[in-house]
């Protein structure tokens, strides 16, 4: 058993820190395209929209805090493209482009004092030549002091703009870019400097004086921390920058420095981006390591990160990157967050009650907030934590992780254990100096995963374990083996909003489908939508997620099209690096589709290759990493020359060429996929035929793509073909509790983002010991997606009678669009591997139905 001793003592509380030392909670981070359907959701399904953000900002214990919105430059920034308020120097600031900026404006309706703050991805096209220097390895010498007035307005529009559009003014401003390895000291200070003094410029009734107390927040560095080293050195920075924060590292700079800003100078510090647990509590209960609701970037490992980034660098407020995943998943960096919300046609959305829960556990039990809310304070002397790592909390697990708050009155308190590891551990602890009987009673909250397979996943989760008594001051508090805990003087044992139940959508998922055979159809008119429907969305169409470029709906002749907007001129300067404009949409449960797009092509703008212009459709697509058109594995394209490829895989598989395409009218460019089949044409006319014989792939969404070019789409349809074809309508991960296996398996959580849901499970066959899966369902066929380490020989049994006793799946998909009689629509379908030494590893299973 480990034992660990410590004191709580009210005396040592500070009360002059002001809000370097308030327990300020958490933070939700709008940025990279992740709250981008969340605008769906608002048209399509406003009871779920609502309920996300009562999860979220509601209650009298509200979770987030902080709303923090990364600014867009249309360019894609690692998971798709923000749109960029300003598109030219001249141009009034458009804050209803995308998500972020009506996103605050409906969280404070719901919580009014929630913070927000902004800081920029990188620069927009007409800054793009100013600010090049940006990117080189000293930007506070090489970019001149004569550019900085340009980049003021477009934080000094956008921040006016959201306040005319929506009535409320910004709280932070972090003028930096995003992730910089090299602060511009100088001209953080220049523009602290601009946005206090100045007055003029403003619309009539605009709060100036508001405006100029705005703060400032810097530098957002990603694992560098000279900043805090500066910050310290100098007096002039300190004064202009009253709160500073940095990503992904919990550790301080090795003089001190973030520790230092807290506890002397009484700086905010913030870990201003962090990671949302990965890979849901209900599927980590399953994996074979026993951690249960643990392991790396668990909802225990934000928890830990969350106690030893405050002992180790004083951070007050962790914010999430992203807290909802609105966007479709298989992008870079998603499957991590505490909802996933990629389907707006239905309303459904996802929450990881487990990780949720693991950070309830802090703000349930005490206020957070800023100084003049009155919240609570961390109890410096009272907190440790001795986990190992600076980013994932992989290591010495087992040693002490604790958190104690405060009221300032010192009328109440909670501690909040971690344990992430094997072993148990003990708590004894002293009280003392408290404004009420140190005898006060403790309630022992507790969440910790299933106690025996056949239990909820949720089943014990925070909830009350027992009521301690402290006696002469001194209590003992046990926590459990991967388990977090919490021990407070507050009675909420009655209170409905603490208490825990399983979060759940006021709608079940469905495939998105139209009427007969149409899958999808957009003409852009939306004619049973409200007359300010495309205004308020700042012309952003339903269902589109941008990964480059920004597409937005205009009017052409007095009918709305869907315009690409950023020409070669107007290209961002990237944060890291983007690819040609592309857009995604769809259901990833499509199967055999047809997709038609009526295009123009623009033949004005200037182009700087003869194959730069182009229109490319893309079928089947599953995950988009880099942010390409070329993500979708089947993808055709159109050049304005007539010429025609067809790529698979990144590479051309086909070539042909169109005689006289005339660019000054509307084409109709199909691509349609059946099973293996694929076939292109455009005006009717086929141009390509495709069979994949080659490790094919069977279902996802669609993308489209063009050059840096005003390419404008006037019509979409997507049509199911062949009356036959099966649409999937479920899919589940190989951890899912509706699934049955024995044998030898490893099953795995916290892995890529590649990996649906960062699951895997594998399975070896022995002579003595098949590796066998079982489920039970309704359709007419099933898919198992994975890799497979070596050749396979699976045997497929249906309600008891064999399938296919020596089925041989390809290495990459597996056993996919595998058919199942008609006759045995329902049963238990049992996949083994007879032969020694053979290995299936697998992420996730479909089930097919018509």
């Not at 079940?508 to 899958?519: S, Y």
């Not at 199942?820 to 996949?831: E, K, N, V």
Request: with cysteine; net charge negative; proline share 4%.
């Amino acid at each position: 058993m480990n034992y660990t001793n410590f004191t709580i003592d009210g005396a040592k509380l500070d009360l002059n820190a002001l809000d370097a030392n308030t327990f300020k909670g958490f933070g939700y981070i709008s940025c990279n395209n992740s709250s981008r359907l969340l605008l769906d959701y608002k048209w399509e399904h406003p009871e779920s929209y609502q309920k996300i953000l009562a999860i979220l900002f509601g209650g009298a214990h509200p979770l987030m805090r902080m709303l923090k919105v990364e600014m867009g430059v249309d360019a894609n920034t690692s998971s798709g493209t923000e749109p960029a308020t300003m598109r030219t120097a001249e141009e009034d600031a458009n804050v209803r482009r995308g998500a972020g900026f009506q996103l605050i404006a409906d969280a404070k309706r719901i919580q009014p004092s929630l913070k927000t703050a902004i800081l920029r991805w990188g620069e927009p096209g007409f800054l793009r030549k100013m600010w090049k220097q940006v990117k080189t390895n000293d930007p506070d010498q090489n970019v001149p002091e004569s550019v900085y007035e340009p980049m003021y307005q477009w934080y000094k529009k956008t921040i006016v703009a959201a306040y005319e559009a929506y009535g409320y003014l910004i709280d932070y401003v972090d003028p930096d870019r995003n992730e910089t390895k090299h602060p511009m000291y100088q001209w953080i200070k220049w523009f602290a400097k601009r946005l206090k003094t100045d007055q003029s410029g403003f619309p009539d009734g605009f709060p100036i004086d508001q405006y100029n107390a705005i703060k400032l927040i810097a530098a957002d560095q990603n694992y560098e921390r000279n900043f805090g080293d500066q910050m310290v050195a100098d007096k002039d920075l300190r004064v202009k920058v009253p709160a500073v924060g940095f990503h992904y590292n919990t550790d301080d700079s090795a003089n001190h420095s973030f520790t230092k800003l807290a506890d002397e100078y009484h700086h905010e510090v913030w870990y201003s981006e962090g990671i949302a647990p990965m890979t849901y509590g209900k599927y980590r209960v399953h994996a074979s390591n026993g951690d249960g609701i643990g392991g790396p970037q668990s909802g225990l490992d934000v928890a830990n990160r969350l106690i030893k980034s405050y002992v180790n660098s004083r951070r007050s407020l962790y914010l999430f990157q992203p807290a909802v995943s609105a966007y479709y998943p298989g992008v870079n960096y998603s499957h991590k967050e505490l909802i996933a919300a990629s389907r707006p046609w239905s309303g459904f959305f996802e929450v990881d009650n487990v990780g949720l829960q693991c950070m309830k556990h802090f703000s349930d039990f005490a206020k957070a907030g800023w100084d003049a809310e009155d919240a609570w304070r961390y109890l410096t002397s009272a907190c440790d934590s001795g986990v190992g790592g600076t980013e994932n909390l992989d290591y010495n697990r087992q040693a002490p992780s604790y958190m104690t708050l405060m009221a300032p009155d010192k009328q109440n308190y909670s501690v909040i254990f971690v344990n992430d590891s094997a072993k148990a551990r003990t708590y004894h602890v002293t009280v003392k100096n408290i404004a009420v009987s140190p005898a006060t009673p403790l309630d022992v909250w507790e969440s910790i995963g299933p106690k025996t397979a056949g239990d909820a996943y949720d089943g014990r989760l925070k909830r009350v374990r027992e009521t301690v008594q402290p006696i002469d001051g001194q209590v003992t508090i046990l926590v459990s083996p991967h388990s977090i805990v919490t021990a407070t003087t507050l009675d909420l044992k009655d209170d409905p909003e603490v208490a825990y139940q399983r979060l759940e959508a006021p709608h079940r998922d469905a495939v998105l489908q139209g009427t007969g055979d149409t899958l999808y159809t957009d003409d852009f008119s939306y004619a049973d939508y409200s007359d300010d429907y495309l205004a308020a969305r700042g012309g952003t169409p339903r269902y589109t997620t941008d990964q480059g470029g920004a597409f937005e709906v205009i009017q052409e002749n007095g009918q709305n099209v869907l315009q690409q907007m950023i020409s070669e001129k107007y290209r961002a300067l990237d944060w890291e690096y983007s690819y040609a404009p592309n857009l995604t949409f769809g259901d990833d449960r499509w199967t055999d589709y047809a997709v038609t797009v009526a295009v123009k092509f623009d033949d004005h703008t200037w182009q700087n290759a003869p194959t730069g212009n182009y229109f490319g459709i893309g079928l089947r697509e599953l995950t988009d990493v880099k942010g390409r058109l070329e993500s979708a594995p089947y993808v055709f394209k159109l050049f304005t020359d007539g010429s025609c490829q067809l790529i698979k895989n990144d590479q051309i598989v086909a070539l042909t060429y169109m005689d006289n395409l005339d660019l000054s009218i509307v084409h109709r460019i199909t691509f349609q996929a059946v099973g293996n089949q694929l076939s292109a044409g455009v005006d009717g006319h086929k141009l390509i035929d495709y069979a994949d014989t080659d490790n094919p792939r069977f279902s996802g969404r669609v993308k489209l793509g063009s050059g840096y070019f005003h390419t404008r789409i006037s019509q979409i349809d997507v049509k199911q073909i062949g009356s036959q074809s099966a649409l999937i309508h479920d899919r589940l991960d190989n951890l899912d509790d509706r699934l049955t296996y024995t044998g030898n398996w490893h099953h795995v959580c916290g892995l890529g983002n590649t990996k649906w849901n960062r699951t895997l499970s594998y399975g070896v066959a022995d002579s003595k010991t098949p590796s066998r899966v079982s489920f039970d369902f309704s359709g007419t066929g099933f898919s198992l997606i994975g890799q497979q380490d070596a050749p396979t020989t699976l045997q497929m049994t249906v309600d008891g009678q064999v399938h296919d006793w020596n089925y041989q799946p390809s290495m990459e998909v597996i056993g996919v669009k595998i058919p199942i009689s008609r006759a045995c629509r329902r049963g238990s379908i049992t996949l083994w591997s007879p032969l020694p030494a053979e290995s299936l590893r697998w992420t996730r299973l479909i089930l097919l139905d018509n």
